[in-house]
C-alpha cells in the first residue's frame, strides 16, 4: 500500500469510499441521505485541503483529509473502504495525518469522531476532550471529540556537519 496525494479527479472515488465507510457500521438509509454533504468530497474540497488516498493494486481503498489553522490541525475526513478494514490502512492514513500536521507546524490533531471509530483513534494515541450533541431522529446522539499532542520536529540538523 502507498499513500498518495489526491487528485481533484478523485472526489467521485473518495466520496463513494465515505458512503461505504459509512453505511457500513449499519445506520438507516435516511441518516445516509442527511450525511450526504458531509461525506460528499468535490473537486474544490481536495484543491483546498491536503487529501491523500491510500492506494492497494492501483485502486483506492481509504483516504484522509485535514484542515489546518496553524498550530492546530484537523482530521476532517479519514474513511476506509469496508472491503479493507483491519488490514492497517487507516492506522496508515492516520500517521500520514500525524505527519502532514506536524510539517505545516501543528502541535496538535483534532478529530470529531464518528461513535464508532472512536475506539480507534483513541488506539492511535487520542485523548477525548468532550462530545459534540449530534441527535438524528429524536436519539440522543454525541460525537467524540478527541485531540492528540503532536512532537515538535526540531529543523535544526543532528549528527556530524
Given at each position: 500500500m502507498r499513500i498518495a496525494r489526491?487528485?481533484?479527479?478523485?472526489?467521485?472515488?473518495?466520496?463513494?469510499?465515505?458512503?461505504?465507510?459509512?453505511r457500513h457500521w449499519g445506520y438507516p438509509e435516511s441518516w445516509?441521505?442527511?450525511?450526504?454533504?458531509?461525506?460528499?468530497?468535490?473537486?474544490?474540497?481536495?484543491r483546498a485541503n491536503p487529501t491523500y488516498c491510500a492506494i492497494e493494486a492501483g485502486a483506492i481503498v481509504g483516504f484522509c483529509a485535514l484542515r489546518l489553522r496553524g498550530a492546530e490541525a484537523f482530521v476532517d475526513h479519514l474513511w476506509v473502504a469496508p472491503a479493507?478494514?483491519?488490514?492497517?490502512?487507516?492506522?496508515?492514513?492516520?500517521?500520514?495525518?500525524?505527519?502532514?500536521?506536524?510539517?505545516?507546524?501543528?502541535?496538535?490533531?483534532?478529530?470529531?469522531?464518528?461513535?464508532?471509530?472512536?475506539?480507534?483513534?483513541?488506539?492511535?494515541?487520542?485523548?477525548?476532550?468532550?462530545?459534540?450533541?449530534?441527535?438524528?431522529?429524536?436519539?440522543?446522539r454525541f460525537l467524540p471529540l478527541l485531540e492528540k499532542r503532536l512532537a515538535r520536529i526540531d529543523p535544526r540538523p543532528t549528527g556530524p556537519q
Amino acid at each position: 500500500m502507498r499513500i498518495a496525494r489526491s487528485r481533484p479527479g478523485d472526489a467521485a472515488a473518495l466520496t463513494r469510499i465515505a458512503h461505504e465507510a459509512k453505511r457500513h457500521w449499519g445506520y438507516p438509509e435516511s441518516w445516509i441521505a442527511r450525511w450526504k454533504d458531509v461525506l460528499t468530497l468535490t473537486p474544490e474540497y481536495i484543491r483546498a485541503n491536503p487529501t491523500y488516498c491510500a492506494i492497494e493494486a492501483g485502486a483506492i481503498v481509504g483516504f484522509c483529509a485535514l484542515r489546518l489553522r496553524g498550530a492546530e490541525a484537523f482530521v476532517d475526513h479519514l474513511w476506509v473502504a469496508p472491503a479493507s478494514m483491519g488490514r492497517g490502512v487507516g492506522r496508515s492514513l492516520f500517521r500520514h495525518c500525524e505527519q502532514t500536521a506536524m510539517e505545516a507546524g501543528a502541535l496538535i490533531l483534532k478529530v470529531e469522531s464518528d461513535p464508532n471509530a472512536e475506539g480507534f483513534y483513541r488506539a492511535m494515541g487520542a485523548s477525548s476532550v468532550g462530545r459534540n450533541p449530534a441527535p438524528m431522529d429524536g436519539r440522543e446522539r454525541f460525537l467524540p471529540l478527541l485531540e492528540k499532542r503532536l512532537a515538535r520536529i526540531d529543523p535544526r540538523p543532528t549528527g556530524p556537519q
